[in-house]
């Protein structure tokens, strides 16, 4: 089989990016190329400056500083950059869909099906196409169909490769991934074509960790990996709301059932309930095929996930109005953190959003601060959820003067000055270093923390004199 000396990967962004940069780092002799129609984010990807990449990853500027110019391009030619390459990644979003047929629950494949269709008209030569972002089951079908129908004398091999890396921890998720997927035609082309994918990653990851399935299981196993990850989150945040009426503490009831070797400790986070861009849509999706496939039951067991997840960041919000004497209208209200993670810019579904919405709804006043967020992107997050509530929760409107009642802050204290309470959003690791004495006394009394994380030190906090309170921590 012939080894492949060039890839192009048509997609940028959180996926694209880090994945494209890491291939090029460990398999020198490949040309890795990506493409995108965005040329800001592309700039933003060339710019000589490595803290204006356009993703923020730990390593991640390493490893293009490593890799581009060298066999790691970026560019707006994507034309170009299919005919160059014997291998096409398809990395671009499919968020949920917000019009039409399947309106908040199916993906939304219109880019993906876009990519088909250039592909199949600029292709000069036969191809291995592979699904990089998540797609619904048989979706490789569509693809397959569209290829074959403009492709003229052209072969195409379609692989379904999903990606596995979590934000924040891309690189060394990539570096050392628990496995790569990789679903393709159980025909000699098709094991020709898993093959070749196998060899690149085989460049730094152990054969046994490289898995080949056929087409459907590796689509299914993506959605059904981040539904089984979301499922364990909403389980333990459904225990936290039992933990604060009963006096259990969350924490110690993750680690007891977590030392369990069959349950495992990790994902057992208690939280605001989990954000970011694939969670919650893909969830959603998964209720989508299951309904599509006449398997309501499926569909309905699946779908609490999603809802226990909208009580938690609801029953966070409520928490917050009902401590401060039933309102927080005209309150000074402090966000630490916007980002749906540490270690991550994006924002995208964060639970932050959706706690800030509620507590606008009673006119609050809210101060954010986070360490990579911008604050254009904070107000792009509330137009977005705006438009789009999704949740029962956020469906009243907000006052006109929303967006006066959003201040945000480049740095953390005068956030927290003169505020009545505290909202602790996101677990970045500098909250915990913070000099709490001169917080606690530089702000309205009582003093509220509502840690959504559970990264303070309760006691401590109560002994500077806070009303503290944590998630799923006892009565
Ligand atoms: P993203 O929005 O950050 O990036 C997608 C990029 O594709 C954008 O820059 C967009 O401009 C570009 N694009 C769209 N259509 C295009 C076209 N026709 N030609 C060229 N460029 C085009 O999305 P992402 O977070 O990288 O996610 C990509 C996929 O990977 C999604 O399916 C997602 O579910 C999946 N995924 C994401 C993560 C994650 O951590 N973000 C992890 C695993 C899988
Ligand atoms: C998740 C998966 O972990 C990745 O394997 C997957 O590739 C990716 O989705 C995707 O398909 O996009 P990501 O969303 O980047 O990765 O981050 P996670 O670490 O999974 O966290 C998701 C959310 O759950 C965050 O808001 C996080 O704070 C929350 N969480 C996570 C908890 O509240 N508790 C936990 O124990 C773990």
Not at 165 to 180: F, P, S, V, Y
Not at 184 to 191: P, R, T, V
Not at 270 to 278: A, I
Not at 449 to 464: S, T, W
Request: glycine content about 6%.
């Amino acid at each position: 089989m012939k080894k492949i000396t060039s890839i192009c990967c048509i997609g940028a962004g959180y996926v694209g990016g880090p994945t494209m940069s890491v291939i090029a780092q460990k398999c020198p002799e490949i040309k890795v190329t990506v493409v995108d129609i965005n040329e800001a984010r592309i700039e933003a990807w060339n710019d000589k400056d490595l803290d204006k990449l356009p993703v923020y990853e730990p390593g991640l500027a390493e490893v293009v500083d490593e890799a581009r110019g060298r066999n790691l391009f970026f560019s707006t030619d994507v034309d170009k950059a299919i005919q160059e390459a014997e291998m096409i990644f398809i990395s671009v979003n499919t968020p949920t869909k917000t019009y039409g047929v399947g309106k908040g629950r199916a993906a939304d494949l219109k880019f993906v099906e876009l990519c088909a269709r250039q592909i199949a008209r600029v292709a000069n030569g036969d191809k291995i196409v592979v699904e990089k972002s998540t797609l619904p089951v048989r979706t490789a079908e569509s693809v397959k169909r569209i290829l074959k129908a403009e492709a003229g004398e052209h072969e195409f091999q379609i692989l379904s490769n999903p990606e596995f890396l979590a934000e924040g921890t891309a690189i060394d998720d990539l570096h050392n991934a628990d496995r790569m997927l990789i679903g393709g035609d159980q025909d000699e082309k098709g094991q020709e074509a898993i093959q070749a994918l196998v060899d690149v990653y085989a460049h730094w990851l152990p054969k046994d960790r490289l898995i080949t399935t056929n087409l459907w299981s590796s689509e299914l196993s993506k959605l059904t990996a981040n539904a089984f990850l979301a499922q364990r989150v909403s389980s333990i945040n459904a225990i936290s709301a039992l933990c604060e009426r009963t006096g259990a503490d969350v924490d110690e009831v993750a680690n007891a059932i977590g030392s369990d070797s069959r349950i495992g400790p990790k994902f057992l986070k208690s939280s605001v309930g989990f954000g970011g861009s694939c969670f919650q849509k893909d969830i959603l999706n998964l209720v989508y095929l299951c309904r599509h496939f006449g398997l309501p039951e499926v569909a309905d067991y699946w779908e609490q996930v999603v809802a226990m997840n909208d009580y938690q960041k609801h029953r966070f919000a409520k928490q917050i109005i009902d401590t401060l004497f039933n309102t927080v209208s005209g309150k000074k209200i402090a966000f630490l953190g916007w980002a749906f993670k540490k270690d991550t810019n994006d924002t995208r579904e964060s639970a932050a959003i959706y706690v800030a919405h509620e507590l606008l709804q009673d006119r609050a006043e809210i101060h954010v601060y986070d360490p990579k967020v911008p604050k254009a992107q904070m107000f792009r997050d509330m137009e977005y959820l705006i438009e789009n509530p999704g949740s029962v929760y956020t469906e009243n409107p907000l006052p006109e003067n929303w967006r006066d009642l959003i201040v945000v802050h480049e740095e953390p204290y005068t956030a927290m000055d003169s505020a009545h309470a505290i909202a602790v959003l996101t677990e970045w690791d500098e909250f915990k270093t913070y000099d709490w004495a001169s917080i606690y006394a530089k702000m309205l009394k009582p003093a509220f923390v509502f840690d959504g994380r559970n990264i303070l030190d309760g006691e401590a906090m109560a002994e500077y004199g806070f009303e503290f309170r944590g998630i799923g921590k006892g009565l």
